[in-house]
């Protein structure tokens, strides 16, 4: 089965500061990659996804994630935090389960934490 | 708007009660999907079903059970067989066929705490 590790359950940054969050993946197959943001008490929102093409991926509010085949990677980043992004942010990868379904697998999450 | 409804938002439950959450979408999605949250363990896949009156159990079946018997509706049911049931419960969708990249669309989920 394909699975996500995230390195860093809490990553702490000033407001302005590079937000850089780590995403590192297992695949048999090219992969489909996903970043998803979760506000308290809410759902899951899409910010960002990797199908095929380019491997530079440009989401929602300002971030950016790049599919690196040879480090089996998919690091989230923005140039400049904002206290908004403050949140629970979480990598999945699509895993086949049926000849046309797929779940997503996630990763255990990274609580982001932006500081004045 | 198209979206994933999930009631109820909070929800209280003794000891030995089942209790059903209610998933409901208007995205025309052929799959559905529930996983269960826990702080710092992620998102567990729980049951998922790709067509009307067909699902199929995911990582952690035990304990509860589910229905599809329209497309819009995919209710979960948490049982007194669940050993530690208390935890955020989040339904989710997907187009399930044809361009399927199995990106999710996500409800707001419900809070389940047994007391």
């Known amino acids: 089965a394909q699975s996500v590790t995230q390195l860093g359950s809490h990553v702490s940054v000033s407001e302005g500061a590079l937000v850089l969050l780590r995403c590192n993946y297992s695949s048999s197959v090219p992969p489909y990659l996903f970043w998803y943001v979760q506000y308290p008490n809410q759902g899951l929102q899409l910010l960002l996804k990797?199908?095929?093409?380019?491997?530079l991926v440009k989401g929602i509010n300002g971030f950016e994630a790049e599919f690196k085949k040879s480090e089996t990677s998919f690091h989230l980043t923005k140039p400049s935090a904002h206290m908004s992004d403050a949140a629970e942010y979480f990598c999945a990868v699509s895993d086949r389960i049926s000849n046309s379904g797929y779940a997503l697998n996630f990763g255990k999450g990274t609580s982001l934490l932006v500081t004045p | 708007d198209g979206g994933i409804t999930q009631s109820p938002k909070y929800l209280f439950r003794k000891e030995g009660q089942n209790v059903t959450l209610s998933c409901e979408q208007n995205?025309?999605?052929?799959?559905m999907y529930w996983y269960r949250q826990d702080p710092g363990q992620g998102l567990r896949l729980i049951y998922y079903?790709?067509?009307?009156?067909?699902?199929q159990k995911g990582d952690i079946a035990e304990g509860y059970s589910v229905s599809r018997e329209k497309k819009e509706s995919f209710p979960l049911t948490v049982t007194s067989a669940q050993k530690n049931p208390t935890a955020f419960y989040l339904c989710?969708?997907?187009?399930?066929?044809?361009?399927?990249?199995?990106?999710?669309?996500f409800g707001e989920g419900s809070r389940l705490t047994v007391l």
């Open positions: 995205l025309n999605h052929d799959a």
């Open positions: 990797y199908t095929t093409g380019a491997t």
């Open positions: 079903s790709q067509i009307v009156n067909d699902f």
């Open positions: 989710a969708s997907s187009i399930g066929t044809g361009k399927n990249t199995g990106e999710l669309f």
